[in-house]
């Protein structure tokens, strides 16, 4: 399949630059257009009036409204040569992806927490970590909704299983995907607008004469109008100019409402055109899984985005005629103009107050669940995971870890059930006793995202995974690296005394104190995981504790990874086999490195 991508995504580049290649043609004709036009404009008055008034007239109105007819769809075709070089963008980016190269993808280095019960030991965050692997959002809530996804995947068997259908209906309609991608690239998602936008809502805009104010809009121009009437049949402004000052007077109380109200919209209206945009590929499109189509259901429940959207940019559009000072000043003397857009600004947000969020929540789920649908569509060797009736269960066949390049993945058989639920990985430095334990840990996290696991098949029971890999002392908080390492230890079984099912993941336990001392607090240690009934797979160096299989035989299972030196080099299979390692290669390097003797 990898090569059927590369051609895909290869072949859509090649035509996206053909299109791009036509709009910049017609980018080039219209400039040249508006030119002519403009000194057509800007030169027949003063030839043609003189001979001819009416040519002198029509002639520049007609090249004025050509003129304003291609500067608009001069923005339309400029926003389309965007749109195409985003795609561009993307089929070029996941080109390099195919290669294994994902340094221009956000690494999520800000979402690193080493407290957090995995995501800092599976390199769930930063630089070459698997978000930044699988990560294609192009919202700032959409990366922020990833994240969140990685750190707290499902463990309900049914969300997986629609999570799951989601994610297979969008890996197949990469068109949408990438639209959808691209047309987000078209607005600079500022972090300071993302947070206002985080707000809305939760005002409440109001004029002082809201009482009133529904009747007065309707009294005022009628009587308006008939002034204007009395002024052009019996030739008296005084009825006109009466009624011009009640408005204005109304204006002046409403001044200061209007002035918040219009600032506020005109900036609101700009942030929803992206929101609305990126709404109406979700309401538009056929879904078929019960996710998909719930949540259209509910935006159509609720208005749909992309109309109401619209209502406010007319509304915003018309209330923009009081930038123009002569119009500004008739629409406001004869129809309170200002206060009827200020009303109905706030009538469309007593409507859509509680969208909002609504909204933003939408557009940042489907951004993140477009990634993983992506990684699947890109991965389509791998296979979504079944379900295992047992209280914990790992069965996978040909499990690798998604990081690894193809070419140098080692897969292994994994086999992990009750009541064998406590695995002692044993093996030599390198051998792959630290890769395989995230191995497991992230086809865990992927499998319950509802994506397809490195694994020709898996199936498993979804529980948590707590993990102690990576722990690390602390100078700012006076903490030594033994007692970080303890502190992690009590936080696993803190959280185990909750009964949340759980996996426990330890890579060599006890690495900071004497190694009597630290085979005695590792016995006693998975003793208590024994009696908890928590499964746990442990990476060891330490022989000893494997000697607890024959005082567990039913409930311990020992497995390694051998090395083998030959011609004085050491050589690696990273092949997972049952029993305890019979080679240790500490004192090989030392030596091989001229360290010792």
Known sequence: MMPDLFQLYSSRIESFKKDLATLRKEIFLINSGR??????????????????????????????????????????????????ENLICINQNELDGLLHQFSMFADGSEFINPDHINSYDLDLFGKGSLFQFINRTVTLNGKKRLA???????????????????????????????????TGMLYVDDASETAVFEKWGREKYQLR???????????????????????????????????????????????????????????????????????????????????????????????????????????????????????????????????????????????????????????SFFDAVSSFSNFAFNHPQYGYPGFSDRPFSIDA????????????????????????????????????????????????????????????QMTFTPVEVFSNMRTTDSLFDDESYFFA??????????????GTPTLIILDEILKGTNSVDKLAGSQKLLRKLIAQKTPAIIATHDLKLTEMESEFPDLIQNSCFEIAIENDEMHFDYTLRAGVTQMMNATFLMRKMGIID
């Open 35 to 84: 030119l002519i036009a403009f000194l057509i404009l800007a030169i027949s008055p003063f030839k043609l009036y003189p001979v001819n008034h009416l040519l002198g007239i029509v002639v520049p109105l007609l090249f004025l409204i050509g003129f304003l007819i291609l500067v608009k769809r001069n923005s339309v075709v400029i926003e389309k040569k965007r749109f195409l």
């Open 148 to 182: 969140n996804l990685f750190e707290n995947p499902f463990t309900d068997r049914s969300k997986i299983t629609q999570r799951q259908e989601l994610i297979a209906e969008l890996a197949s309609d990469y068109e949408w995907r990438q639209h959808f991608a691209a």
């Open 209 to 363: 004469l809201e009482k009133v104010v529904p009747v007065v809009l309707v009294i005022l121009p009628v009587i308006s109008l008939l002034t204007i009437l009395y002024w052009i049949f019996y030739g008296s402004a005084a009825p006109f100019i009466f009624s011009g000052i009640v408005q204005s007077i109304v204006w002046s109380v409403e001044k200061k409402n209007i002035q918040l109200i219009y600032a506020q919209f005109g900036k609101r209206a700009n942030r929803l055109s992206q929101s609305a945009s990126l709404l109406e590929k979700i309401e538009k499109r056929n879904w078929q899984s019960s996710e998909g189509t719930s949540i259209v259901a509910e935006l159509r429940n609720n208005g749909l985005p992309s109309q109401e959207v619209s209502k406010l940019k007319s509304i915003i559009s018309a209330f923009d005629n009081r930038n123009n000072i002569l119009v500004g000043l008739f629409l406001n003397l004869t129809c309170l103009w200002d206060v009827l857009c200020s009303y109905r600004l706030i009538r469309w947000n007593e409507r859509n107050r509680t969208n909002f969020q609504r909204w933003d929540s939408y557009i």
């Open 397 to 456: 066949e040909a499990l690798g870890h998604p990081l690894i390049r193809p070419e140098k993945r080692v897969t292994n058989d994994f086999l992990m059930k009750d009541p064998r639920q406590l695995v002692i990985v044993t093996g030599a430095n390198m051998a792959g006793k630290s890769t395989f334990l995230r191995t497991v840990g992230v086809n865990m996290i992927l499998a319950m995202n509802g994506a397809p696991v490195c694994a020709r």
């Open 485 to 498: 390492e303890l502190k992690r230890l009590k936080s696993i079984l803190e959280a185990l005394q909750k």
